[in-house]
């Protein structure tokens, strides 16, 4: 018995029409992606999409809703959340990353509309007791017919600074010997206090060539010395250099930078970098009383635009939880500045130990300041052997 074989083919049908559309509609992508490449690449710098400018979109939401947003994809970052968070809305997401504006804090709008108001523009990173936003630290330029006047200092800065304390002062039992290892500057050098000032009561004419923030480096290198810590203050009239070279005083940081830069190059043992400046705020918001005597609060300014923020953060961090254990109120917090109208570096980039340091306002007197300078002599002094014993118990486990 034959079996016919069969025969089964398949048959294949192309449309000429389909066939001429997918090549129009592949021709067409493969030309706008072209066109989209060459768009971004031809804009300028500022304007191209860079992972900066993806940080700037996305640093309008917050930690918890950006982390619900990863655990929709990774359950791993859920574990991070809070136990009940809050339920998260997209729409005020959409919002601020589409406007950069923060419906919760209206200085995102206002100061970009208010003159001045931009001076509050400015990021709380730790707050102190009694901050917010509406207290926050701030340096107003002086007028310039100020800082070509000189008037009378109700104080000697040679006599405060090289006044003998009668009290005898126990040798300290740490030293770092002939070492320098810590460097006093001020860019705004001429900063004043009304109290050091002969009859002055305008807090804006609160600068002087000598009666000024200086005195607070030259005690504050005193204290570090009487503790062990050898500190180098700098003397240099930043200020002066700023006139003579025709700058305006929002340069003053361009001039300050050389300097420091050189004393680093000279004293490779320098590794903490203060500059130390006065807030303009009043007295109600930079004075305080601890144990029945009054101190003029400190303020840490960490400059956002500088690549080691992060690292200055930490330092300024420890010694702010050192001061709230010690001496509670004392730190106003811890403060970013940049961005517009800041320099938004302020040095810091020269050493990852590099702080700048707001001591009191413009209504402290020398007493509340020399207060201060004690408390912080005293925390940083602990800080610091501290630090010493964990990098020489480190090094000797090597």
């Known amino acids: ?19 001429k559309k997918g090549i129009v509609i592949s021709f067409m992508v493969l030309f706008m992606t072209f066109l989209l490449s060459g768009f971004l690449t031809s804009l300028k710098p500022e304007y191209r999409l860079t992972s900066s400018s993806i940080s700037d979109l996305t640093k309008n939401i917050d930690g918890e809703s950006f982390l619900q947003l990863l655990g929709a994809e990774n359950r791993f970052f859920v574990s991070a959340l809070p136990e009940k968070p ?26 970009r509309e208010l003159p001045g108001f931009s001076l509050y523009d400015s990021e709380i990173v730790v707050a102190g007791d009694g901050t917010n936003y509406t207290n926050m630290p701030y340096e107003s330029p002086p007028p310039t017919e100020v800082l070509e006047q000189e008037r009378e200092a109700s104080i000697d800065k040679n006599e405060v600074v090289n006044s003998v304390d009668d009290e005898p002062k126990t040798p300290p039992s740490l030293t770092t010997g002939d070492k320098k290892v810590v460097y ?23 600068n002087h060539s000598k009666a000024n923030v200086t005195i607070v480096s030259e005690l504050l290198g005193k204290a570090f010395e009487e503790r062990g810590i050898g500190a180098q203050i700098d003397s240099t009239d930043i200020q002066s250099n700023l006139k003579q070279k025709g700058w305006n005083y929002a340069k003053s940081y361009t001039a300050s930078r050389p300097v420091v830069q050189e004393a680093l190059a000279n004293n490779r043992e320098l590794n903490y970098i203060i500059d130390i400046h006065r807030d303009s705020q009043r007295k109600a918001v930079t004075t305080i009383s601890i144990t029945n005597k009054s101190y003029a609060k400190i303020a840490f300014i960490i400059g956002r635009d500088n690549p080691t923020a992060e690292k200055n953060e930490k330092i300024a ?17 811890i403060f970013k500045q940049g961005g517009k109208g800041y320099n ?19 209504d402290n007197n020398l007493d509340e300041l020399k207060n201060t300078v004690a408390a912080v002599a005293d925390v940083f002094s602990e800080y610091y052997w501290q630090a010493e014993r964990v990098n020489s118990n480190g090094a000797t486990e090597q």
């Open 1 to 19: 018995m034959k079996r016919s074989r069969t025969s089964r083919s398949m048959i294949f049908t192309l449309s000429g029409t389909s066939f």
């Open 86 to 111: 809050e339920p998260i809305k997209l729409s005020t997401i959409m919002f601020k990353v589409a406007t950069s504006i923060n419906p919760d804090d209206p200085r995102s709008l206002l100061g």
């Open 184 to 206: 006093i500057y001020n860019t705004h050098n001429t900063e004043s206090y009304l109290p050091l000032l002969e009859g002055e009561t305008d807090p804006n004419r609160a």
């Open 317 to 333: 961090n420890e010694l702010h939880n050192l001061l709230q254990k010690k001496y509670p109120g004392l730190s106003r917090g």
């Open 344 to 362: 938004g570096v302020y040095n810091q980039d020269l050493s990852t130990n590099a702080m700048l340091l707001e001591f009191g306002g413009v």
